[in-house]
């Protein structure tokens, strides 16, 4: 039977070739969380941006019927 070729684990490094390939994948999963997280800074300043003009679309309607309200107070 051959022999079988035992592998590093996870936590175990084994000369520069692994350290190597080790640092490059980790700099690639860093770049993704990088790019992930600039798309969300994206779309939480466009959710401020929305929840700001729902806010003063609110601030009108809401003083619109206030008045409605004060006048129809006011007929009674």
Do not use: H, W
């Amino acid at each position: 039977m051959g022999k079988l070729i035992k592998f590093p684990s996870v936590r175990q490094r084994v000369g520069t070739k692994y350290r190597k390939e080790e640092i490059a994948r980790l700099n690639e999963l860093l770049r993704l969380c990088d790019e992930d997280m600039q798309t969300l800074l994206e779309q939480i300043d466009q959710l401020q941006d929305e929840l700001q003009s729902l806010t003063g679309e609110y601030e009108v309607l809401l003083t619109r019927l206030t008045k409605l309200i004060e006048v129809d107070d006011n007929d009674k």
